[in-house]
């Protein structure tokens, strides 16, 4: 079956470490992987995308890599901050007779303490 | 900067109700798709559309329909809203086809009693 997992538990890290999040899918081929950030009561924010052909992304303190063999991507937040608290989520982009759809993980959430 | 707005955050109804969910945006995007997200299950893809007066059914549509009369206006229909209905919808949209980010509201918590 198809499936695309992010830890539940939630990650607590210091404030100045890199934080690191994984995404995995099985049964899923996807053109693309993106990566969005939600906070409490509000809808989700995206953040990076990686396409098939790349291995790593980046944009600011945010990192990205995307391995289609072991089927899985790593979003790192190098020099953590408090305000980087939030459940960052995966998601895979799937092309669904033509159409965009993008297929969510559950999200990981992150706890940056000062 | 990308709006999407949506008509309520909060709503309460009672079960067998007929609830409509509004979503508009304003940036001449394509794309609309509606989502529900629980707990430990995440964002899930109800319907989306892809043109005006077009729609496409995502991975849960019963008991949902919905419309797109004019481009920027995406409308959630629960014909005779359950308890198992309550839940966050999130309205997203995006320009064209894959690739693309995806730009969401801020959600419309409803709990059906």
């Known amino acids: 079956s198809q499936k695309i997992e992010q830890n539940s538990e939630a990650l607590n890290i210091q404030e100045g470490k890199t934080a690191t999040l994984t995404c995995n899918y099985t049964?899923?081929?996807?053109?693309?992987l993106q990566w969005y950030r939600q906070d409490p009561g509000r809808g989700p924010v995206f953040l990076l995308l990686?396409?098939?052909?790349?291995k790593e992304k980046r944009k600011e303190r945010l990192k990205v890599t995307f391995d289609t063999t072991l089927k899985q991507s790593l979003f790192h937040i190098t020099a953590s901050q408090p305000a980087d608290s939030a459940t960052y989520l995966c998601a895979l982009d799937v092309m669904n007779t033509g159409f965009q759809k993008l297929v969510f993980g559950t999200g990981t959430r992150l706890l940056v303490s000062p | 900067d990308v709006k999407v707005t949506q008509s309520s955050r909060y709503l309460v109804k009672r079960t067998g109700e007929k609830v409509f969910l509004e979503c508009v945006q304003d940036?001449?995007?394509?794309?609309m798709f509606w989502y529900r997200q629980d707990p430990g299950l995440g964002l899930r893809l109800i319907y989306f559309?892809?043109?005006?007066?077009?729609?496409e059914k995502g991975d849960i549509p019963e008991g949902y329909s919905v419309s797109r009369e004019k481009k920027e206006r995406f409308s959630l229909i629960l014909e005779s809203a359950s308890t198992n209905q309550t839940s966050m919808y999130l309205c997203?949209?995006?320009?064209?086809?894959?690739?693309?980010?995806?730009?969401f509201g801020p959600g419309t918590r409803l709990t059906v009693t």
């Open positions: 940036m001449d995007h394509e794309n």
């Open positions: 049964n899923y081929s996807p053109a693309y």
């Open positions: 990686i396409r098939e052909n790349e």
């Open positions: 997203a949209s995006s320009p064209g086809t894959g690739g693309d980010e995806q730009y």
């Open positions: 559309s892809y043109d005006v007066k077009m729609k």
